[in-house]
């Protein structure tokens, strides 16, 4: 039975008739309501056109809506949750935790997102038992029905849809349709036939439309419904199973007899980036730890590296790193690097550092602003950018560890400097230079970009002007004519246009044709056995021309993110969880 348009109950359950049917009173009494939640105790962000029903119970430590997404009457939000545009969270949802929605997600009514999860011990009641938050991430252009329950620590990729009262305890890749309990793959969604879901995947939520999703890799505008990159996907998934069966060996290959240290490749000193790269290489391709040691001993070594006094990690055989005048060492060495890949590493072994990152923890805002202004845009926006990097990941690490990221203000000074610094004209911070054209530039911003906007899950700024300033640089035959692509350039290109596709569609055509030539030549790069080479530098710097455990976990990366644009990254059957993860990092401090 349809309900007058001037109930105040109809918005609460269909809000979506809000925009076009609400009298000025009602939009008065939204605005009121939005504004008692900006200024409550979480930290909240909404996008334009939101709506948050008044009966439902909205007590975030972070909430993040994206434009046009809304809350419906009696749901249950709490924890830190991030919506991109054009999601719905239907009537007496649940929605706990940690919790990360794509865009265009539909969360059909009386469906439970839990991103947290309680101990079971024996030795402690339950309600004493300490909570554990994973987290979940659902992707982009994602339908899941009424009465379904998604368990912490579960990632449901892209363009899935999940049927009516299943219970999802695993991941689901891209493009499944998935029910039951526990939720098991039906089919894949772009199977011919796909159009009708019948009443087991009916969602009981209304306006069901998605929003459109770059990257689809079909052509929507053709009759012929087969795939627009066919031969890459057989490419993709021959690459996948080949490079996940010679994994082993390619990590005994740079194992060091007698150490238990792994080096880049045979005939050079053991790192600590070596044994991080081993743990990456390892979870992404086999899901498992690097196979000479168990996890404890991976945990154990990687543990005892850092600093304490510090909480810096030096190079294996170094003297403890001296922090630079805002916390991390101004030269980009090993130190700033192991901030990002021993924290990684760590954390896909399920654990962390030991201690907070002192250096970084103790920096006040003035301190940190005027360092920023002090750092080497103009002439070396790559290294500037790198420094970034390293700050704010250590600042990301002190807050999961549950320490002050710095001192009060400092963090928001960070970003609050980045936005004021960015260039309007081509959303970077830097110039280009005569010798290297917008290189510097260019990669300075794909590791600032990564440490802070991306690992935080905030939006950039100026995304299409970035666009632009990435894509005439990839055009720069001097880093990108055929044999001269390394993977510090294609990631550093890819990365940023990935990201930016998250906020904009701006030639959106011309990134899938680079990413598909990129992709098709990163795929002939792998060597038998031996992994992917970095590739060449015009200074002879760094791993080269021979294959190891650097140029490997970046070009499997990067792979990733190519496939990802073109809609094909479902193929591969892993996605990045540490240093190149997608998603934001998982912040601290999670509800129970």
Not at 569 to 576: E, N, Q, S, T
Request: charged share 20%.
């Amino acid at each position: 039975m349809n309900q007058p348009a001037n109930d105040d109950g109809l918005f609460e359950h269909c809000p979506w008739l809000f925009a076009a049917q609400a009298s000025e009173e009602q939009r008065a009494a939204q605005e009121q309501r939005q504004k008692r939640l900006l200024v409550g105790p979480g930290a909240v962000r909404l996008g334009a056109d939101c709506f948050v029903a008044e009966t439902a119970a909205v007590h975030p430590d972070v909430l993040h809506l994206g434009d046009r997404s809304y809350i419906a009457a009696h749901a249950y939000v709490t924890g830190d949750i991030r919506t991109g545009a054009d999601c719905t969270i239907n009537p007496f949802a649940v929605v706990r935790g940690t919790v990360s929605l794509g865009e265009g997600v539909r969360v059909g009514a009386h469906t439970s997102l839990l991103g947290f999860n309680h101990g079971t011990a024996p030795d402690l009641p339950v309600h004493r038992q300490p909570v554990t938050s994973r987290g979940i991430t659902v992707g982009d252009d994602v339908w899941i029905g009424s009465h379904v329950v998604v368990l912490d620590g579960v990632t449901i990729g892209d363009h899935c849809v999940v049927g009516a009262g299943a219970v999802v305890t695993k991941d689901l890749p891209a493009w499944t349709v998935a029910a039951g309990n526990p939720a098991r793959r039906i089919r894949d969604r772009r199977e011919a036939g796909g159009g009708g879901w019948g009443p087991a995947l009916q969602s009981g939520g209304a306006r069901e439309d998605t929003a459109p999703i770059l990257g689809k890799p079909y052509d929507e505008h053709s009759a012929d419904p087969r795939p627009a990159f066919a031969d890459l996907a057989e490419q993709l998934a021959a690459f996948a199973a080949t490079a996940r069966a010679e994994t082993p060996g390619l990590l005994d290959r740079c194992r060091q007899p007698g150490t238990g240290h792994y080096v880049d490749r045979p005939g050079v000193q053991p790192t600590v980036r070596a044994h991080c790269d081993a743990v990456e290489i390892a979870d992404l391709l086999l899901r498992d730890v690097p196979p000479h040691l168990a996890a404890a001993e991976h945990v154990r070594r990687l543990r005892a590296l850092q600093d304490p006094a510090t909480g810096l990690v030096p190079e294996i055989g170094a003297a403890p790193p001296l922090p630079g005048p805002a916390g991390v060492p101004d030269e980009d060495g090993a130190a700033a690097y192991h901030v990002l890949c021993v924290g990684y590493a760590l954390d896909l072994l399920g654990s962390s550092f030991a201690h907070p990152v002192h250096a970084v923890r103790t920096t006040t805002a003035d301190r940190l602003v005027r360092h920023l202004a002090a750092l080497p845009w103009r002439e070396s926006a790559w290294h500037a950018g790198a420094w970034v990097d390293s700050w704010a990941t250590a600042a990301h690490w002190n807050l999961r560890l549950g320490a002050e990221a710095a001192a009060p203000g400092a963090l928001e000074a960070l970003f609050g400097w980045l936005h004021t610094h960015a260039d309007p004209w081509t959303g970077m911070w830097g110039s280009p230079t005569a010798e290297a054209g917008r290189l510097q530039m260019v990669n300075g911003y794909y590791r600032l970009t990564r440490g802070s906007f991306a690992q935080f899950g905030l939006p950039v700024p100026y995304a299409e002007r970035v666009v632009d300033t990435v894509l005439d640089h990839a055009r720069d035959p001097r880093h990108f004519a055929p044999g001269r692509e390394n993977a510090c350039n294609v990631l550093d290109v890819i990365h940023p246009l990935w990201f930016c596709a998250r906020q904009t569609t701006h030639r959106s055509e011309e990134t899938r044709a680079w990413a598909a030539a990129q992709l098709t030549a990163a795929l002939r790069r792998w060597h038998p056995g031996r992994g992917f080479a970095f590739g060449p530098t015009p200074d002879g710097s760094g791993p080269g021309r021979e294959p190891g455990l650097q140029g490997t976990e970046m070009w499997l990366a990067i792979i990733w993110l190519l496939a990802d644009v073109l809609g094909l990254a479902d193929v591969l059957g892993y996605r990045p969880r540490g240093i190149h993860r997608p998603e934001p990092a998982p912040a601290a401090g999670k509800p129970s």
